[in-house]
């Protein structure tokens, strides 16, 4: 089991490595801007009914989308690239739930699932080809799909 555990936190801090930090879930759109320089990157802002996806897209292939509440608040995002960003600054104060949950025991080295009250987050993925999301429950607008988080 201990192996199991080392080798799913290898995976997801050496794939942090090759990625630079991104806005936190449950933060504000002033970060966003700063995200698109790390990642020197290009920005695409699209508006949606009752909220707006900020999407970056990095020259590496890293494709970041921010999904932002009409309150302006980071309530979900998702990635797709050749790497995993960083969790640490992607999920903000929700790291810590995703820390413990992601200790325990799994067996499926391409997919994780952390579930939370709080957080729900899901990659998946193999070499130079991985996506994933995370949201905060409490925070996702009434009547939005979970089939828009790609």
């Given at each position: 089991m201990?192996?199991?555990?080392?080798?799913?936190?290898?995976i997801?801090i050496?794939?942090?490595?090759?990625?630079p930090a991104?806005?936190?879930?449950?933060?504000?759109?002033a970060?966003?801007e700063?995200?698109?320089?790390?990642?020197?990157?290009?920005?695409?802002?699209?508006p949606v009914?009752?909220?707006v996806?900020?999407?970056?897209?990095?020259?590496?292939?890293?494709?970041v989308?921010?999904?932002?509440s009409?309150?302006?608040?980071?309530?979900?995002?998702?990635w797709?690239?050749p790497g995993?960003?960083?969790?640490?600054p992607?999920?903000?104060?929700?790291?810590?739930?995703?820390?413990?949950s992601?200790s325990?025991?799994?067996?499926?080295?391409?997919h994780?699932?952390?579930?939370?009250?709080?957080?729900?987050?899901?990659s998946?993925?193999?070499?130079?080809?991985f996506?994933?999301?995370?949201?905060?429950?409490?925070?996702?607008?009434q009547?939005?799909?979970?089939?828009?988080?790609?």
């Amino acid at each position: 089991m201990k192996l199991n555990r080392s080798l799913a936190c290898s995976i997801l801090i050496g794939a942090g490595v090759c990625a630079p930090a991104l806005a936190a879930l449950g933060g504000d759109a002033a970060s966003v801007e700063a995200d698109r320089v790390r990642l020197k990157g290009v920005l695409r802002v699209t508006p949606v009914a009752d909220y707006v996806v900020h999407e970056i897209e990095a020259p590496s292939g890293l494709v970041v989308r921010e999904y932002l509440s009409a309150n302006g608040k980071v309530f979900a995002v998702s990635w797709r690239g050749p790497g995993i960003p960083d969790l640490h600054p992607l999920l903000g104060s929700y790291y810590a739930q995703f820390e413990q949950s992601a200790s325990a025991p799994h067996y499926n080295h391409h997919h994780l699932t952390v579930q939370t009250p709080e957080l729900v987050v899901q990659s998946s993925g193999h070499l130079r080809s991985f996506y994933g999301r995370a949201w905060a429950t409490a925070l996702l607008p009434q009547n939005f799909s979970l089939s828009n988080l790609n």
